[in-house]
Nanobody, 126 residues
Framework: QVQLVESGGGMVQAGGSLRLSCAPS????????MAWFRQAPGKERDFVAG????????YYADSVKGRFTISRDNAKNTVYLQMNSLKPEDTAVYYC???????????????????WGQGTQVTVSS
């Protein structure tokens, strides 16, 4: 059974940094594109960042571009989200997601993804 386990969430002051990690199990990691989404209370789940199976291509939401960096280590079966210059509006539950690499659908669409983690809470105080 595939499981995506996120870690690294927590509470931080505005301007601070956090690094999220996601380690899938029972998944051929380098066959999957990976992404991070987030969901704030009362809002829809939104795309944050995505990375191709080879790590050659990355995508970002405009709201995080220049502040967040997605990366992956295929040897460690782990994807990361480095979050710098955090703002209160970044407060949300962050979800890791995996999609088979040959899918043609957009990284930014929830329906693209085959597997999801349980989420990790990120809280940014002002």
């Amino acid at each position: 059974q595939v499981q995506l386990v996120e870690s690294g969430g927590g509470m931080v002051q505005a301007g601070g940094s956090l690094r999220l990690s996601c380690a899938p199990s029972a998944l051929t990691f380098n066959s999957y594109r990976m992404a991070w989404f987030r969901q704030a209370p009362g809002k829809e789940r939104d795309f944050v960042a995505g990375i191709s199976w080879s790590a050659i291509t990355t995508y970002y939401a405009d709201s995080v571009k220049g502040r967040f960096t997605i990366s992956r280590d295929n040897a460690k079966n782990t994807v990361y989200l480095q979050m710098n210059s955090l703002k209160p509006e970044d407060t949300a539950v962050y979800y890791c997601a995996a999609a088979y690499r040959f899918k043609n659908s957009s990284y930014r669409i929830i329906g693209t993804y085959d597997y999801w983690g349980q989420g990790t809470q990120v809280t940014v105080s002002s």
